[in-house]
């Protein structure tokens, strides 16, 4: 059974970056027929996909957020990772990472992290 | 980019009735359109993928259908369970949730 954990800090001060890694246990970040995604909610509201990468480190960026966010594959970890800099108290969100997969319609996002609230405040 | 318009945004229902739920895109996306189940203080979980095809393990009373621009997620007969926020999604948009609640 395919499992994802998001692990990183809790608190962000604005202006500074926000760093989040996704352990995926149960599968392989290397498979070819999957993208590895990071979707945020904030309190109270909706779903907001943030973006993907495949394998090959090729990313797919939201374009509201395309400026301020890096990802990043790690094979040898078998982790992805989120980075979103000049965090403001707007990106205070739980934010998910999940597995898409690529080869079926709709291209669902059919595993999810349990999530983690990451608060931006000083 | 492509919007997508969910409705309605809140619904009650009793157990045993059928529920539909709408997703509406403003331009033609075939059948690329998933539905998931939101849980208060959960992870979304997939229920439909690719319009209508359910996903291992989801209850069969759930289905969706449509395609183009028009698309509907049925809950044939309510169980307590399901009472939850629903979402449709389009490769990075989702709707904006439809909460189902008891009446």
């Known amino acids: 059974q395919v499992q994802l954990q998001e692990s990183g800090p809790g608190l962000v001060k604005p202006s500074e970056t926000l760093s989040l890694t996704c352990t995926v246990s149960g599968g392989s970040v290397s498979s070819g027929s999957y993208y590895w995604s990071w979707i945020r909610q904030p309190p109270g509201e909706g779903l907001e996909l943030i973006g993907y990468i495949y394998d090959s480190g090729s990313a797919n960026y939201s374009p509201s957020l395309k400026s301020r966010v890096t990802m990043s594959v790690h094979m040898s970890k078998n982790q992805f990772s989120l980075m979103l800099s000049s965090v403001t108290a707007a990106d205070t969100a739980v934010y998910y990472c999940?597995?898409?997969?690529?080869?079926?319609?709709?291209?669902?996002?059919?595993?999810w992290g349990q999530g983690t609230l990451v608060t931006v405040s000083s | 980019d492509i919007q997508m318009t969910q409705s309605p945004s809140s619904l009650s229902a009793s157990v045993g009735d059928r529920v539909t739920i709408t997703c509406r895109a403003s331009?033609?996306?075939?059948?690329?359109l998933n539905w998931y189940q939101q849980k208060p203080g959960k992870a979304p979980k997939l229920l439909i993928y690719g319009a209508s095809s359910l996903q291992s393990g989801v209850p069969s009373r759930f289905s969706g259908s449509g395609s183009g621009t028009d698309f509907t997620l049925t809950i044939s007969s309510l169980q307590p369970e399901d009472f939850a926020t629903y979402y449709c999604?389009?490769?990075?948009?989702f709707g904006q949730g439809t909460k189902l609640e008891i009446k």
């Open positions: 999940a597995r898409g997969t690529s080869t079926i319609g709709g291209r669902p996002l059919d595993y």
């Open positions: 999604q389009q490769s990075f948009t």
């Open positions: 331009q033609s996306i075939i059948n690329y």
